[in-house]
C-alpha cells in the first residue's frame, strides 16, 4: 500500500493500462477483463486488476495532467514493480487529416514543461515511446483495419492554453495532438527501465472545432484499449 494507492503489491499486475478518468477505468476493467476487482479507490482513482486471455491486467485510473500521473506513475513501477504501462487516453487532433476517434500512437511527446524538467535543467530530454510496443501497436492497428496515425505530441501542462501562437508552429512541425500525460510517462518510463507507450483516441479537434460528447469520452474507446491489450501481450 502507498499514499495514493491502497492495493497490496500482489494486487498489481506487471502490465498497467493508465487512462485519466477513473470511471474510463472502471469501464475498461468491466468491459475487457474477466473477474475485474477493485484493488484501488484512494481519492476516488479507481484501479482494477483481472486476466485479459489468461494474462494479469491491471487497469488504474491516473488523473488529469503530469503531476498526477507522475505521482501513481511513480508508485506503480517503484513499489509495485510495473514493467509495461499503457496510456489509453483521449486527445485532441492537430492536423486535418486526423478524424474524430481516429487513434494516434505517440512516438514522441514535446512539452514546455513537465514534473521531471527541474531534473534535466538546461538539458532538452527527448521523451520516446518504447520501440517494442509502438511496432507492435502498429501491427494489431493495421490488422484490425483501425485508422491509425504514428507520429510526435504534444504534453501539455494547461488545458485552456492561451499559447496560439506554439498551437500555430506544432501544428506546421507535423505534431499530431495535443494531451497532458505523455511526456512525464515516457521520462519515467525511460528513468525506471521500463516499457511506455500513449495510445490515443481523437476526442476533439483544434482545427476543425468538432469534439465528442462527455459521455462518449467515458466509454465509447473500445479500439484504443483492445489495441493496447493485444500490444501488450503480443509474442
Not at 494486487?11 to 473477474?35: C, H, M, Q, S
Not at 509495485?80 to 483521449?90: C, E, F, H, P
Not at 499559447?163 to 512541425?173: A, G, Q, S, V
Amino acid at each position: 500500500m502507498t499514499i495514493h494507492i491502497g492495493a497490496a503489491v500482489d494486487d498489481i499486475a506487471e502490465t498497467v493500462l493508465l487512462p485519466g478518468d477513473p470511471y474510463r477505468a472502471k469501464w475498461a476493467a468491466e468491459t475487457f477483463l474477466k473477474n475485474p476487482k477493485l484493488v484501488n479507490e484512494i481519492r476516488g482513482m479507481l484501479g482494477y486488476t483481472g486476466t485479459w486471455r489468461g494474462n494479469r491486467v491491471t487497469i488504474q485510473g491516473s488523473g488529469m495532467g503530469m503531476p498526477s500521473l507522475s505521482i501513481y506513475v511513480n508508485e506503480l513501477i517503484r513499489e509495485y514493480s510495473a514493467k509495461t504501462l499503457i496510456r489509453i487516453g483521449s486527445t485532441g487532433a492537430m492536423q486535418e487529416n486526423i478524424e474524430l476517434r481516429d487513434i494516434i500512437l505517440a512516438i514522441t511527446a514535446s512539452t514546455v514543461s513537465n514534473p521531471s524538467a527541474s531534473i534535466f535543467k538546461d538539458f532538452n530530454f527527448s521523451p520516446v515511446a518504447n520501440w517494442d510496443l509502438l511496432s507492435k501497436a502498429a501491427k494489431v492497428a493495421e490488422t484490425k483495419k483501425i485508422k491509425t496515425h504514428i507520429g510526435g505530441i504534444y504534453s501539455s501542462d494547461t488545458f485552456y492554453d492561451e499559447r496560439p501562437d506554439l498551437t500555430k508552429e506544432m501544428i506546421r512541425h507535423g505534431i499530431l495532438a495535443v494531451e497532458m500525460e505523455t511526456a512525464e510517462l515516457y521520462t519515467l518510463a525511460a528513468r525506471y527501465g521500463c516499457k511506455a507507450l500513449s495510445i490515443l483516441t481523437a476526442s476533439d479537434h483544434l482545427i476543425t472545432k468538432k469534439e465528442l460528447p462527455a459521455a462518449e469520452r467515458e466509454k465509447s474507446f473500445s479500439s484504443m484499449v483492445e489495441i493496447a491489450l493485444e500490444t501488450a501481450f503480443a509474442p
